[in-house]
């Protein structure tokens, strides 16, 4: 089958959309509902057991406010995928991104909110190995950025 290049790049989008909500959604599981993804990552900077405790603190605070979000999120997001199967309109596309931009912007602002509380528990060394911990991300996604973009055969 020869595909058209208006079909690759469609695809392209398609798959960076859904790339996009799944780490934000992941992103927001891991660091909020379920701390033991985020402490996991922060243990390999050896945390100490009074770290990981004041930590375990700041994300209970957040949760409340962050559980909430991200079923919404999560939900918005199914509602997406079905508009896009079912072959819905520009307009009815473009205002269910508005409503998962709207929910996803909360959950940054969230984010922006808990994370300067979790570095400060962080000494400096720690804060170091986590922002090279956080490059060596960018940099997979990156990667599978670009092969992302590579002819489909």
Same mark, same amino acid.
């Given at each position: 089958?020869?595909?058209?290049?208006?079909?690759?790049?469609?695809?392209?989008a398609?798959?960076?959309?859904?790339?996009?909500?799944?780490?934000? *959604?992941?992103? !927001?599981? *891991?660091?909020?509902?379920?701390?033991?993804?985020?402490?996991?990552? %922060?243990?390999? %900077?050896?945390?100490s057991?009074?770290?990981?405790? $004041?930590?375990?603190?700041?994300?209970? $605070?957040? /949760?409340? #406010?962050?559980?909430?979000?991200?079923?919404?999120?999560? *939900? $918005? /997001?199914?509602?997406? /995928?079905?508009?896009? %199967?079912?072959? !819905?309109?520009?307009?009815?596309?473009?205002?269910?991104?508005?409503?998962?931009?709207?929910?996803?912007?909360?959950?940054?602002?969230? #984010? !922006?909110?808990? !994370?300067?509380?979790?570095?400060?528990?962080?000494?400096? $060394?720690?804060?170091?190995?986590l922002?090279?911990?956080?490059?060596?991300?960018?940099?997979r996604?990156?990667?599978?950025?670009?092969? *992302?973009?590579?002819?489909?055969?």
């Amino acid at each position: 089958m020869t595909f058209k290049p208006w079909m690759k790049w469609t695809a392209v989008a398609v798959l960076a959309c859904g790339l996009t909500a799944t780490v934000l *959604a992941q992103k !927001a599981r *891991a660091e909020y509902p379920r701390h033991g993804r985020l402490l996991e990552k %922060l243990a390999s %900077l050896g945390i100490s057991d009074e770290q990981r405790d $004041e930590i375990r603190a700041i994300l209970s $605070e957040a /949760r409340p #406010k962050a559980q909430p979000l991200v079923k919404q999120f999560v *939900a $918005e /997001r199914r509602a997406m /995928r079905e508009l896009v %199967l079912n072959g !819905a309109s520009e307009k009815e596309i473009r205002v269910q991104v508005q409503k998962l931009a709207r929910i996803g912007g909360d959950l940054a602002v969230l #984010k !922006a909110q808990t !994370a300067p509380k979790i570095r400060e528990v962080l000494t400096p $060394e720690q804060r170091e190995q986590l922002q090279e911990m956080i490059a060596e991300f960018d940099q997979r996604v990156d990667s599978f950025l670009e092969r *992302a973009g590579e002819p489909i055969e």
